[in-house]
C-alpha cells in the first residue's frame, strides 16, 4: 500500500481508497484493530509506563502514544 506514494505512482489514490475502505469496514465493526491500549500524549511518564508494558511481556495489541510530529 505505501508502495505508490513513496514510488508517485500514477495510481497513489488508490492508497487513499484502501484506507477509507478500512476505515468504513472498522466503523462498521467488520474489521477489528489491533489498538491494545492507548496511552495518551506522549511524555516522558507516559513513554515509561508503554516501555514497561512492553517489558513485562504481557503487552496484547499495539500500544499508541499520540504527538509525534513529523518535523
Known amino acids: 500500500m505505501f508502495a505508490r506514494p513513496l514510488f508517485e505512482t500514477p495510481d497513489m489514490i488508490c492508497k487513499n481508497q484502501l484506507l477509507e ?16 491500549q492507548h496511552f495518551g500524549g506522549i511524555d516522558a511518564a507516559n513513554l ?14 499495539k500500544i499508541v502514544l499520540e504527538g509525534f510530529s513529523a518535523d
Not at 21 to 33: E, F, G, N, P, Y
Not at 50 to 61: F, Y
Open 21 to 36: 475502505r478500512v476505515s468504513a469496514l472498522i466503523d462498521q465493526r467488520r474489521l477489528k484493530t489491533t489498538l491494545g
Open 48 to 61: 515509561r509506563h508503554a516501555h514497561a508494558l512492553i517489558e513485562s511481556n504481557s503487552a496484547r495489541g
